[in-house]
T-cell receptor, first 114, second 111 residues
């Protein structure tokens, strides 16, 4: 157990729907990162939050959004889902947002869009 | 641009042999790299890291080598065991702490 908790572990939904993925960071970590892992794209950085504020954005679609709450947990919202959104979504956390960070990853949420 | 790539998508080794997994990067200003291991059904797990002011760093059964001249790093696993079977990623640390990952190499260990 890495200390980073992600729910749900598995999610099956239909195209056009909206889902929310949840992440609780490791105790003491202030930064949360979201990554998407698909077979053809590897691990793609989506977005980072630090202590409730957006810190960095990667290849995140406009249909996706995220936020980090005062208790530091984070949610990734995926809307107007398409077949290509089927992937593993990982959350990671780190102590801060310094130049050098080791990220601790959760076990991931597997999203299947039918 | 941001690019971290791996030379081989798969690597098969005999149990007990040494494994070498390679990674190339494109940004000569990159100064911190991390190797992660991802077992089936799990998230990536930190193995070892190295800063650009180092050429080599050793851990338990693992060694990372960094060649800044050719922008290449490698992960060496000594006496590879079945439990080492996984996908290995090199990652480049970017400002603010985000990681940019390579495509990964799948290591298979034959008994």
């Amino acid at each position: 157990d890495s200390g980073v908790t992600q729910t749900p572990k598995h999610l099956i939904t239909a195209t056009g729907q909206r889902v929310t993925l949840r992440c609780s960071p490791r105790s003491g970590d202030l930064s949360v990162y979201w990554y998407q892992q698909s077979l053809d794209q590897g691990l793609q950085f989506l977005i980072q939050y630090y202590n409730g504020e957006e810190r960095a954005k990667g290849n995140i679609l406009e249909r996706f959004s995220a936020q980090q709450f005062p208790d530091l947990h984070s949610e990734l919202n995926l809307s107007s889902l398409e077949l290509g959104d089927s992937a593993l979504y990982f959350c990671a956390s780190s102590v801060g947002s310094q130049r050098i960070n080791v990220l601790t990853f959760g076990a991931g949420s597997r999203l299947t869009v039918l | 641009g941001e690019s971290v790539g791996l030379h081989l998508p798969t690597l098969s080794v005999q149990e007990g042999d040494n494994s070498i997994i390679n990674c190339a990067y494109s940004n000569s200003a990159s100064d911190y790299f991390i190797w992660y291991k991802q077992e089936s059904g799990k998230g990536p797990q930190f193995i070892i890291d190295i800063r650009s002011n180092m050429d080599k760093r050793q851990g338990q059964r693992v060694t990372v080598l960094l060649n800044k001249t050719v922008k290449h790093l490698s992960l060496q696993i000594a006496a590879t065991q079945p439990g080492d079977s996984a996908v290995y990623f090199c990652a480049e640390n970017k400002p603010g702490g985000k990681l940019i990952f390579g495509q990964g190499t799948e290591l298979s260990v034959k008994p």
